[in-house]
């Protein structure tokens, strides 16, 4: 097992993709799990607290360090079994999500969770319960976990298949390899009914499994996840639609969204049925202009895709063709992909303008500071031009893209100088309060970590953060594992 100390070593383990900072002793890189817990049970023993590391491709500051040691997952990173006959995969949690999803492929099966930046962890995945382009179908992270290994905060294993470990009511009961029992009670809060992974996820009568997926390294550490995975689409749609005018491109997706649920609720293979509804305004096209040069001169494009079989798909394009019509979208410039080269370079579009944001905030040396909300759809159009007219009216640079799908707006302010870095965190407030005054969620993918913690605590209240800590301090009574990320320390002592 590699221990570094040495500060000029670990400066990659003390920031992340918001340009987050944070300091630490040591950063510890285990080769096992037997490793991995004679790292926590000493740690634990000497009250030293542990951050876990994945690939630094998070927004939140989660595995950024404030103090004690990292446990980095990096050669935890073997697929360990992909079972075509049974369609599931084993993989540690180190797993890079690119090589993951080739030898998935490879085995002519599918994995739909599809974050932007691929070079993440699998566990990092399952502990931000993180979702993506595809999510507008098939959900996120959480609908394809079946099975965990987790390390506790003590050193203690926890096994949970999915199916087999439920809360009787809101009180779970947790069984370890070792016999060790521990009894905690869920807070018994209302979460947003729409995407949504901000605090733990707590349900009467839930999945115990369900509250370690998206809990950020807070209960425990993921070291092996069993992953459910579907047959491989035999085709598949893709588009980009460009539109002169946003509030056509706005009212595309709105159809398109209720086509696709309708196609869902009576089973129907030869009508519209997205895999993925995602929207870019024209500031963000002009962002990627230089990446992009054949991008056109519009206000707005949607990215689709729809999965569906070789027999339906001529028929399936044609009522896609017909929708963009309807809404007025150029069809003349826009790009429908006729072979494989055509949707990967689709893909790579749709994933771009992430990248290149956090390039901008990188280089300029500002965390970053954009929205990651959701609300209700019928609450969408309101909250998005309030959104716009919010930023607009300071002058700040921006670009508005999203998983519109899903109601999910990605809003990233790009300040050029200190002052109107603190007007953006003002306004990015702000946003938040809007979208939880419309029951919607201050996070639909991205998670809290530290970043967003005070913003937990506006949406869920004190008395619910409250629960949420003695939650965590019954699995982590010394108060050891992630501490900082979901709310402030002060919570476990009120």
Known sequence: MIIKTDQNQIQSYLTDAANYKGYCEAVYFPENEEELIEIVKKANSDKKRITVAGNGTG????????????????????ILEINPAGKYAVVQTGVVMSDFKKSVNEKNLFYPPDPTEQNCYIGATV??????????????????????????????????????????GYDIKLETVSGKTIKCKLPGYEMPRTKHTAGYYCKRNMDVIDLFIGSEGTLGIITQIKLKLLPKPEEIISAVAFFRNESNALDFISESRELSYRSRKHNTEKNINAMGLEFFDGNSLNFLKQDFPKLPETSAAVWFEQDCRAENKNEILEKWINLLSKHNADLDKSWIAETGKDQKEFHEFRHAISSKVNEYITRNNFRKIGTDTAVPHDKFKEFYYYSKRLVEETGIDYVAYGHFGNSHLHLNMLPKNEAEFETAKKLYGKILKKAVELKGTISAEHGIGKLK?????????EENIRKMAQLKKCIDPDLILGIGNLFEERFFYQ
């Open 59 to 78: 927004l939140t500051g989660a595995r950024v360090p404030e103090g004690g040691i990292v446990i980095a997952t990096g050669k935890l990173n073997r």
């Open 127 to 168: 502990a931000t319960n993180a979702s993506g382009a595809k999510t507008f179908k098939y959900g996120p992270t959480r609908n394809f976990v079946n099975g965990l290994h987790i390390i506790l905060p003590d050193g203690e294993k926890l096994v949970l298949e999915r199916g087999r470990h439920f809360a009787n």
């Open 453 to 461: 913690r005070n913003y937990l605590l506006e949406m869920f209240g």
